[in-house]
């Protein structure tokens, strides 16, 4: 069974920066396009980046230059390194593959950008 495990989240300040992962089981991880979603309160989950299997990354316009993702295939870990953080960023973010969300969702991990 696939299990998605989200960590790294926290409160800081706008203008930190925070390092999310995630650590994927159960799944032959490598051969996936992964990506970060986000829900904010209030509103629908929204897609922030994603990574082919190949290492081609595409990041949503609202973070663009400021989020960088990442994985490594023999630890089957995907990881989101954020920076220059907004209060916009307030959510629970989760990882899932790309386009599709097609694995169960984790518990997700929680940012909160405030000062």
């Known amino acids: 069974q696939v299990q998605l495990v989200e960590s790294g989240g926290g409160l800081v300040q706008p203008g930190g920066s925070l390092r999310l992962s995630c650590v994927a089981s159960g799944t032959p991880f490598s051969i996936y396009a992964m990506g970060w979603y986000r829900q904010a309160p209030g509103k629908q989950r929204e897609w922030v980046a994603r990574?082919?299997?190949?290492?081609?990354?595409n990041y949503a316009d609202s973070v663009k230059g400021r989020f960088t993702i990442s994985r490594d295939n023999a630890k089957k870990v995907l990881d989101l390194q954020m920076s220059s953080l907004k209060p916009e960023d307030t959510a629970v973010y989760y990882c899932n593959t790309a386009y599709s969300g097609s694995f169960p969702w984790g518990q997700g991990t929680q940012v909160t950008v405030s000062s």
């Open positions: 990574i082919s299997a190949g290492g081609s990354t």
